[in-house]
């Protein structure tokens, strides 16, 4: 059959045929994620269209997300590739009422497109192709068998029928396969009983307590430590690597003298230690939350890049997730610290997989993105001016301090306060240096002492508060805090890009 064979009054109606290609989309996506739950779960062609998205997001882009939707990003990016997918096929739609053959076949293009963006991903195999391709045969099958048959039938009589029969079929086929390739998917990536069964291993030292002088119990401030499920979450995996312990290796190489491999048996020979570290991503806007504290367990980096021998004129360890992203962390930073770790529990539990199981680097001191791979399986030795890591091939710094900061977290923002005593309250951070003092201004008013919570290290927050006489009238509260090499926090306003926000946090209340 041709297309001269489809006359104008036997076409679908435009609607009809926007709606059938959007089935066929959900074809290729349905089929395509089915057979990928079956031969590599991260070249479903859903995932493998958000990965490249996300890689390829600006950093304005990324940033303004972060901002909007917070640690919703990832829905937010979810919506907006459907939205796109659904114009996409309408279009596809409205050429398949006129040439259903070229129509099917673009459908096809754009799957050989997706296939070819899998094979691109940092961690793809040959394999990766296929569920794109497969899914893109059944889409464009799919299109064809929807655009065809209410023509071939026209005249027939129940063309509307026939068309919103096969309609169901291929939607229920798609939303089926769909649906299997989940369910299968996460089967074989179950990896909760793995967890389970992980036994921390027994600290050497435990963690210093947390006292009750380090962690006030004031109404609205921050808990010293922050309650794992509070923990904020940012990586750039649309689906979360599943790795067993049995699966998981680490391999240390590169600028070394001996090549080291380990795995879970080799480190329960190993003594385990315990440390308490603040850990803040470098796109936390001034007074923003993507900072936390917890107690990590796991085993010093130090001791296990002896064992490999740092070569002399290597000055960058790069980190790598099983997932591909990377970090580039300045080895200085680990080898003068004993707390940087490969972690493998947080909080007396194992490392919940969003945060990295079986295993990630935690170092004090420096933003996530240079520092804490999430997920990590090899670390290899070598140099800033040879290798480049992740967000440093997107333009954010290579190296990357945690700067001084600090936030109010009481009273809340445009709070309405009797007049009278009132308690401001918040936390500061200068990981590495230690915050020496922290300062409060009402207004244009002098800068005022605030009453510091014992620390507990320089590598963690430290809660402060301050009391306040609120008189009637609408207030600024600003804060500002000084490490302990006597630096007072900039006031300059800058924005995360491309190495941390800087400025002071105000907020305004009124009080009544
Ligand atoms: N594998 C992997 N590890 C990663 C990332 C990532 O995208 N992938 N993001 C890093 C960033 S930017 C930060 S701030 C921390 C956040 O760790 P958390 O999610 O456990 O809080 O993880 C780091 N480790
Ligand atoms: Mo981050």
Excluded at 66 to 95: E, H, Q
Excluded at 262 to 273: E, G, I, K
Excluded at 303 to 310: D, F, H, Q, R, T
Aim: some cysteine; glycine content about 10%; aromatic content about 8%.
């Amino acid at each position: 059959m041709t297309r001269d064979s489809t006359t104008p009054d036997q076409r679908l109606r435009p609607t009809a045929a926007m709606v059938a290609a959007t089935a066929a989309a959900g074809t290729v996506l349905g089929v395509g994620h089915l057979v990928a739950a079956v031969v590599a779960p991260g070249a479903s062609p859903f995932f493998v269209l958000g990965a490249t998205v996300v890689d390829h997001t600006p950093k304005w882009l990324k940033d303004s997300a972060i901002r909007w939707f917070g640690t919703n990003d990832k829905l937010a990016l979810a919506i907006t590739m459907g939205v796109v997918m659904v114009i996409v096929a309408a279009l596809i739609g409205l050429l398949a009422r006129r040439n259903v053959v070229l129509a099917a076949g673009l459908l096809g293009g754009l799957g050989v497109v997706v296939a070819s963006l899998a094979l691109l991903r940092p961690v793809a195999t040959p394999l990766w192709a296929v569920p794109a391709l497969v899914g893109a045969g059944a889409g464009a099958a799919a299109l064809y068998w929807l655009v065809r048959r209410p023509a071939a039938t026209a005249g027939t009589g129940p063309t509307r029928r026939g068309f919103l029969l096969t309609l169901a079929a291929v939607t229920a086929g798609a939303a089926a396969a769909g649906a299997a390739g989940r369910i299968i998917g996460n089967r074989i990536r179950d990896i909760g009983a793995d967890r389970s069964a992980f036994v921390l291993p027994r600290v050497a030292a435990p963690a210093a307590p947390v006292t009750p002088e380090m962690d006030l119990a004031v109404p609205g401030l921050t808990r010293f430590r922050t309650p794992t499920a509070d923990f904020y979450r940012i990586d750039t995996a649309l689906q979360l690597p599943a790795l067993t312990r049995a699966q998981w290796r680490l391999r240390i190489h590169g600028l070394v003298d001996r090549e080291i491999t380990v795995d879970f048996d080799d480190l329960r020979d190993r003594t385990a230690v315990a440390s308490t570290i603040t850990l803040t991503c470098v796109s936390n806007e001034v007074g923003g939350t993507l900072a936390g504290t917890a107690t990590w367990v796991g085993y010093r980096l130090t001791e296990l890049l002896a064992e490999a021998g740092p070569a002399p004129e290597a000055d960058m360890i790069l980190s790598r997730s099983v997932d591909g992203f990377t970090a580039g962390t300045p080895l200085a930073a680990v080898l003068g610290n004993p707390d940087a770790l490969l972690a493998v529990g947080m909080n007396g539990v194992p490392l919940p997989v969003e945060h990295g199981y079986p295993a990630r680097m935690i170092v004090p001191g420096l933003y996530g993105y240079v520092s804490a791979t999430k997920w990590v399986i090899d670390l290899e030795l070598t140099r800033f001016d040879r290798a480049s890591a992740y967000w440093t091939e997107r333009g954010w710094a290579a190296q990357a301090p945690v700067k001084t900061a600090s936030r109010i977290d009481v009273p809340s923002a445009f709070a309405q306060l009797p007049r009278g005593p009132v308690v401001v309250g918040g936390v500061a951070w200068a990981q590495g240096r230690g915050v020496r003092a922290v300062e409060v201004q009402v207004d244009d008013g002098p800068w005022e002492r605030a009453t510091l919570a014992a620390a507990y290290s320089i590598d963690t927050w430290r809660q402060w508060t301050w009391s306040w006489n609120a008189t009637p009238g609408t207030h600024a509260l600003r804060v500002r805090a000084v490490d302990a090499t006597g630096t007072v926090q900039t006031d300059v306003r800058t924005p995360p890009f491309p190495d941390g926000a800087t400025g002071w946090h105000s907020r305004v209340v009124t009080v009544r």
